[in-house]
């Protein structure tokens, strides 16, 4: 029986003990402190197809990841779970220059050649928009795509941990090689997972590595509002007001993205207040809605926006990833799986020499 480690149960850490907790022959921990863990924050959209960013990994990436999301809740289907936290209601995209609508619907036609997950995709008006989104205003037309989704990462990290059912420990650790394994907390692992998002420096640093991950603090607010916002679609506009509806009445706004933050996890009313003030010509239904608290969260980025995932150069055994970035939630389930599957030499679908470990991870000095 060999024993493997994950530090980190965000979405990327949770995904990877739940495919590895399905091997008989592993015996899995989980460590994670938990504080400012994005996934918990995340407001949840799942709509990669509309990016302009000209990287082809990522891009790649996160189109197969909206679609993996498909596999990974019919597994969890199987295993008897609700899965009432992930709902294809639909996205709608705001521009401030209307007549961009078009460029992005013809992108949307191309991108659903090997995404038919987006769905069908209409450029709108106000009226028929409001069918779906009753109260929404402030625009005359907007690009619909119905295969747009939005997903409770809380909730789909406690599934995927309860699924699993691995040993679970609320603690923030460091790693130390020994001869033969890795020490742990009180235990010796065979193999480890480093799924700490913004936080990887702090156990390769001392180990001698430089790592290129920098911190990005993100805020939003939720609201209660006195209607079931089940079948909304989710809007995004240009800038950081998203709207997210959930079942059950529950409406979030944001996020914000800061990068002179740090750590910091305090709450900014200031600049919540901002958001809510640009949304709100959209959406005055906000007015009436009450505040239900706020959620902080850190991002974390590589120096050039790209994810990676793979072992880490010079400690055999222990595998990571990082820099997903605010698509993370689109992104962590596939790469959560491929480390499951790196860790039992499995096949994979995204060839990690595209998310190169080695250019954000680097020895510098021996310990
Ligand atoms: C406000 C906000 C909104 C976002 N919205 C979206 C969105 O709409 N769509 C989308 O796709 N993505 C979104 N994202 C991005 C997404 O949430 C992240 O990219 C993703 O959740 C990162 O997952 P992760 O597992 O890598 O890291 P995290 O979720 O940050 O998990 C890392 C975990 O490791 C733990 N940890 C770290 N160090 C240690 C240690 N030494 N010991 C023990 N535990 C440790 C941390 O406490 C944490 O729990 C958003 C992020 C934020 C902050």
Redesign the pocket.
């Known amino acids: 029986m060999k024993k493997v480690a994950i530090?980190?149960?965000?979405?990327?850490?949770a995904t990877a003990a739940y495919y590895l907790s399905k091997e008989a022959d592993l015996e899995i921990t989980v460590?994670?402190?938990?504080?400012?863990?994005?996934?918990k924050?995340?407001?949840?959209?799942?709509s990669p197809w509309f990016s302009k960013r000209r990287n082809k990994a990522w891009y790649k990436m996160a189109r197969l990841g909206a679609d993996f999301y498909v596999d990974l809740l019919a597994d969890l289907e199987k295993s008897g779970q609700e899965i009432d936290f992930y709902q294809r209601s639909g996205v709608f995209l705001l521009k401030k220059d209307e007549s961009k609508l078009e460029e992005l619907y013809e992108l949307a036609l191309q991108r659903r050649e090997d995404s038919p997950l987006i769905g069908q995709l209409a450029i709108m008006d106000q009226a028929s928009a409001n069918e779906f989104f009753p109260g929404l205003q402030g625009f005359d037309r907007l690009l619909y795509a119905s295969g747009g989704a939005r997903v409770d990462?809380q909730l789909l990290v406690t599934c995927l941990l309860e699924t699993s059912q691995v040993k679970l420990v609320k603690?923030?650790?460091?790693l130390t090689p020994l001869t033969s394994g890795y020490q742990i907390g009180e235990d010796v692992f065979d193999r480890v997972i480093l799924?700490?998002?913004?936080?990887l420096g702090?156990?390769l640093e001392p180990l001698g590595y430089e790592v290129d991950v920098r911190p990005q603090k993100?805020?939003?607010r939720d609201y209660q509002i006195y209607q079931d916002l089940e079948s909304y679609p989710v809007v995004m506009p240009e800038g950081e007001w998203d709207l997210i509806p959930f079942a059950g009445g529950k409406l979030s706004l944001?996020?914000t993205h800061e990068n002179d933050m740090g750590f910091d996890l305090t709450v900014d009313e200031t600049l919540l207040q901002q958001m809510e003030d640009v949304a709100l010509p959209h959406y005055p239904t906000l007015t009436e809605a009450k505040s239900s608290g706020e959620?902080v969260?850190?991002?974390?980025y590589t120096s050039d926006f790209s994810p990676f995932f793979g072992q880490v150069p010079g400690l055999s055994g222990v595998y990571a990833?990082?820099g997903?970035?605010?698509?993370?939630?689109?992104t962590?389930p596939i790469i959560g799986y491929h480390l499951a599957q790196l860790i039992q030499d499995k096949e994979l679908t995204l060839d990690p020499v595209n998310y190169p470990i080695a250019n954000y991870v680097k020895r510098v000095k021996s310990e």
């Open positions: 530090i980190g149960a965000g979405i990327v850490g460590f994670d402190h938990g504080q400012g863990q994005a996934t924050a995340a407001a949840g959209i799942i990462g603690e923030k650790v460091s799924a700490m998002g913004a936080w702090d156990v993100g805020q939003l944001g996020a959620r969260g850190i991002r974390a990833a990082s997903l970035g605010s698509s993370g939630l689109t962590g």
